[in-house]
């Protein structure tokens, strides 16, 4: 298995959170998602949380 090089993992999880009722994905800040200042623009839920990590990709 190979890791995922620094920039690109950089590219795909940092401030990525995916809502948890549509399953969409929104880039934005991890402050103002703890504030709940962040509203998911497809169904307007507050629900969400960071997008999970991949270790390696085989």
């Known amino acids: 298995m ?3 090089d620094p920039d690109v993992e950089k ?3 940092k401030n990525v959170f ?3 009722d ?3 994905k929104i880039r ?3 402050s103002k998602v ?3 200042k962040v509203r998911c623009r497809h ?3 507050k629900a969400l949380r960071p997008k999970k990590l991949i ?3 085989g």
């Open 34 to 36: 703890a504030e709940g």
């Open 11 to 13: 590219r795909l999880f």
């Open 18 to 20: 995916v809502c948890k």
């Open 2 to 4: 190979k890791k995922l």
């Open 22 to 24: 549509c399953k969409h």
């Open 55 to 57: 270790k390696a990709i």
């Open 43 to 45: 169904c307007k839920s």
């Open 28 to 30: 934005a800040l991890a």
